[in-house]
């Protein structure tokens, strides 16, 4: 993952924090890049942690970065 440019940071309400909590259903494999990926579809992850298992469902709180007014 590359860091933001120094452009990103100076446009005025161009980017804004998010708290984000999700629910990923965990598939065979590495676990690392399924988490990476169901974040990245919500913003940059800045923080993230798992903090709930159940079987094979994961529960994921982060704050993500990404551009203002995106759901």
Do not use: K, N, Y
């Not at 494999?29 to 469902?57: E, M, N, S, Y």
């Amino acid at each position: 993952m590359s860091a933001p440019s120094s452009a990103e940071f100076l446009t005025p309400g161009s980017l804004e924090l998010r708290s984000v909590e999700l629910r990923l259903q965990r598939c065979p494999g590495a676990l690392l890049p399924q988490v990476l990926a169901a974040l990245a579809l919500h913003g940059r992850p800045l923080r993230w942690a798992i903090t709930g298992v159940c079987g094979d469902g994961l529960t994921l709180e982060a704050v993500v970065i990404g551009p203002s007014g995106r759901p």
